[in-house]
């Protein structure tokens, strides 16, 4: 069974930076693309960032030159680097994969919390 974990996020003050990671198990297949969403509370589940399997990235305008996506084919794991945080940034994470043969997973979500 394909199981996505995400790790990493935490208390923060303003300005400073969380690693988020998400490894992918459970399938034969390799990551095809990969993404990170957050949801902060009373709000709607937003795309931040998305990572191809050529590595290509697209970036919601609020995160771009803050927020870093990469990914290691090699352990099936894609990352999120945020750095300059805000406290806008206080949301829980998700990370969301699709797999070669189309399979998808979301992750269990990890929160990241922003104090001003």
């Known amino acids: 069974q394909v199981q996505v974990v995400e790790s990493g996020g935490g208390l923060v003050q303003a300005g400073g930076s969380l690693r988020l990671s998400c490894a992918a198990s459970?399938?034969?297949?390799?990551?095809?693309?990969g993404a990170w969403y957050r949801q902060a509370p009373g709000k709607q589940r937003e795309l931040v960032a998305s990572?191809?399997?050529?590595?290509?990235?697209n970036y919601v305008d609020s995160v771009k030159g803050r927020f870093t996506i990469s990914r290691d084919n090699t352990k099936d794991t894609v990352y999120l680097q945020m750095n300059s945080l805000k406290p806008e940034d206080t949301a829980v994470y998700y990370c969301y994969v699709g797999f070669v043969n189309g399979e998808t997973a979301w992750g269990q979500g990890t929160q990241a919390t922003v104090s001003s």
């Open positions: 459970g399938s034969i297949f390799s990551i095809d693309y």
């Open positions: 990572i191809s399997r050529r590595g290509s990235t």
